[in-house]
């Protein structure tokens, strides 16, 4: 393959203007060509090959539950051994693959879904229940993981040399691992689910994709698009079906070299038990690249404009329904602006629009499904004897899996809701005697994810930075958000590995040095 040209700096994909009519009419066409495609069977891509399960389920629009999006395959701990093996016996091949082809095939799956970008994100909003504005954030991220990842592999194919030594040539190089399992979460079903695929791919890597049950379709559609870009059938693996049944089969296998996870903590704390657990023929410790939950705080300092911080609040907590690991789910607010700001905040989420997601203009639509559903209510009758109900705790009218934006006031520390994580449109607001103490409740978690401070003193931005200990903090804006390649997003704690996706360093995560000494 000829030389890659040499590549623009990177610039992040910009989001579109849905007010605008020509960019709202494409996205209502791109709605009704996927609409039109609801109800198929998807099967698994094992070997270059497609392959049938046990018996199919079903995913649903949360939107409208009774509407089916795709039916795919249950796969089982034999099928799941067999695409483990699959991506082994091709690891060979793939690797030795020139990084510049790599890099060329990564570049054309951006391109297609810079293509097809009305497209996915109708998918993300008829599967996943993200409103516009979330769907093509979601779609965009996916494209810059791609552009992204294709120039960090060109900068690690030729890394810094190294102090030669006398009458020898030496050299650093970086080798991918081996076969890897991609579990990508349903909440960002497109961008994580690239961002970790690509990473492994770009580096050399051959993977197994598992994806949530709930958005499994959006897997499928992006698995035929690898393909249409070049990518070769055997490197990429696509199984479908119940965590329960094939997930430990996938991580405890002895050619696994590496997991990619991202969902909850306690699922993400047994993959590494597992992993770390040896088996008969391994010869590898096997790596686990983990992100996991959050119970994020924005602290709100007196020294700050209280509007501004409200709205950062607002979109933090109820952006795709809190359904974020980045999502604020604690305002720690200073007692004398604690008050004022209740106020400001009860008026601006009960002015939020909620419905279904296709419909454009809502600012919420529903959880991902009634399990979820059933969860959040749960912890909201929690915090109805914990503190004191705001606005919100009910379920709206209408068909889908909604839950209305809620907020309490006076949670404490020893509460429930200060501590567990919820992942639905529910903010404890908590009162801080002063900016000493409400870093101190920031802290006082188990995770460390993301974590924002609202003041215009300088000396506290500077305590923040040094004291907040969460692994992406923002100063003066919303905890979420996090762009590729300005905010390299992976937490502390029980967070995860924080292995900074979108970051100069990520793909070293699916890379291995070798260091090589040549006698001259």
Not at 83 to 110: G, I
């Amino acid at each position: 393959m000829s030389p890659l040209p040499k590549m623009e700096t990177f610039r992040n994909e910009p989001y579109r203007d849905f007010s605008l009519p020509s960019h709202r009419q494409a996205m209502e066409e791109a709605l009704a060509k996927v609409r039109s495609q609801l109800g198929q069977e998807y099967d698994l891509w094992i070997h270059g090959e497609r392959v049938k399960g046990s018996g199919v389920f079903a995913s649903l629009n949360p939107s409208h539950p009774s509407e089916i999006v795709g039916l795919h395959q249950k796969a089982d701990p034999a099928l799941a051994a067999r695409a483990v093996e699959s991506a082994h016996r091709y690891f060979k091949s793939w690797s030795r693959t020139p990084y510049e082809e790599r890099v060329h095939l990564t570049l054309q799956a951006a391109r297609l879904l810079r293509e097809r970008k009305d497209e996915f994100n109708a998918w993300l909003i008829l599967e996943a229940g993200k409103n516009w504005p979330e769907a093509e954030a979601d779609t965009s991220e996916a494209i810059d993981f791609c552009e992204y990842y294709a120039r960090q592999m060109v900068r690690f194919a030729s890394p810094e040399p190294l102090v030669q030594m006398p009458g020898e040539h030496d050299e650093l190089v970086y080798l991918p691992l081996g076969a890897g399992v991609i579990i990508p979460p349903w909440n960002f079903p497109l961008a994580i689910l690239v961002g970790m695929t690509m990473a492994a791919l770009v580096a050399g890597n051959t993977v197994v994709i598992k994806p949530s049950s709930d958005t499994p379709t959006i897997a499928a559609k992006f698995v035929e698009l690898l393909l249409e870009a070049g990518f070769p059938s055997q490197a990429v693996n696509l199984l479908t079906g119940s965590g329960s049944v094939v997930g430990d089969a996938l991580v405890e296998h002895p050619l696994t070299r590496f997991v990619s996870f991202t969902g909850s903590k306690d699922v993400g704390l047994r993959i590494n038990e597992l992993a770390a657990r040896p088996q008969k023929g391994q010869i590898w410790i096997k790596r686990v690249v983990a992100e996991m939950g959050g119970k994020d705080a924005i602290v709100v300092d007196h020294e700050t404009d209280l509007d501004q911080a409200v709205a950062g609040v607002v979109v933090s907590a109820y952006g795709f329904q809190g359904q974020k690991c980045s999502a604020c789910s604690r305002a720690i607010v200073d007692s004398k602006v604690y008050d004022e700001f209740l106020d400001r905040l009860k008026a601006r989420v009960v002015g939020l629009r909620q419905g279904p997601a296709e419909e454009y203009g809502n600012d919420l639509g529903p959880v991902i499904n009634e399990r979820a559903r059933k969860t959040i209510l749960n912890y909201i009758e929690i915090g109805k004897g914990e503190g004191r109900l705001v606005c919100g705790g009910g379920v709206p009218p209408g068909e889908g899996y909604f839950v209305e934006p809620t907020v309490f006031a006076e949670i404490e520390p020893r509460h429930r809701l200060f501590q567990e994580e919820i992942f639905g449109p529910v903010l404890a607001v908590t009162r801080a005697r002063d900016f000493d103490h409400a870093l101190e409740l920031a802290n006082d978690s188990e995770y460390g994810l993301t974590g924002a401070v609202y003041t215009k003193n300088p000396e506290k931005i500077a305590r923040a930075k040094q004291e907040f200990f969460v692994g992406n903090l923002y100063i003066n804006r919303k905890c979420t958000g996090a762009m590729v390649g300005a905010h390299p997003f992976g937490g502390f704690h029980l967070s995860g590995t924080d292995s900074k996706a979108g970051g100069p360093d990520y793909l070293l995560q699916f890379l291995q040095a070798k260091s090589i000494a040549t006698k001259l």
